[in-house]
């Protein structure tokens, strides 16, 4: 009987030091692995032209995850990309990249204030979608399927192009008082491209630590 216990408890902590190294492999992999996605959903192409399979394809994948609000937003999106771009992915691959670009916005804001000092000014944030909402829904509200898309996800015309836009104006808000001080940080006479690139670079940084 004690033979068979000890037997037992040696397996017992083979098994546990097995465990700890995959666990170790698994976190230094982690990381790495975590910024190449970060950097490859940023890299996908534009949502290009869409019909109406994609689109009912995309809520019925919502629906099945059980999506709401801001997750369901981001997964259509990211449905969207990859449907019209012909790229594969299944569903988990959509739902995981839009999980990370959720993280990504979020990351952005945090250390634009945290870092840097900014914070997003509310007012100046309603001036811009003021200004710039209306001729993108001129130009893309002619195209019935957006209004289907709208529809579908239980929105008005307005609403739609509000939430799926939306952390566009949000960090343009930012940028007009972040971009200054990293042409202080980076270079001063750099591309704007190229700052907001590195910008990019320095939250996914930070994700990854």
């Known amino acids: 009987m004690v033979k068979k216990a000890l037997m037992l408890l040696t397996l017992f902590t083979l098994v546990f030091l097995l465990s700890a190294c995959n666990d170790d492999e698994a976190t230094s992999s982690g990381p790495e692995e975590l910024r190449e996605d970060l950097i490859r959903i940023h890299q996908l192409e534009p949502v290009g032209e869409l019909d109406k399979t994609m689109i009912d394809d995309g809520i019925s994948d919502a629906e099945e995850l059980n999506l709401q609000g801001e997750d369901r937003d981001w997964f259509m999106f990211y449905h969207l990309i990859y449907a019209t771009t012909g790229q594969e992915a299944d569903r988990e691959q959509v739902y995981e990249d839009s999980q990370l670009r959720i993280q990504y916005e979020q990351a952005w804001h945090d250390l634009a204030s945290e870092r840097y000092g900014v914070e997003m000014d509310e007012e100046r944030l309603e001036e811009i979608i003021e200004r710039r909402l209306p001729p993108l ?61 590195q910008y990019r670079m320095e939250v996914i940084d930070e994700m990854v630590s």
């Open 137 to 197: 829904q001129e130009s893309v509200e002619r195209q019935d399927l957006y209004a289907y898309l709208a529809d579908e996800l239980g929105y008005s015309l307005d609403e739609f192009f509000y939430n799926f836009t939306l952390h566009i104006y949000e960090r343009r808000a930012v940028e007009e008082e972040l971009h200054p001080l990293l042409e202080d940080e980076y270079e001063e006479d750099a591309e704007d491209e190229f700052i907001r690139l």
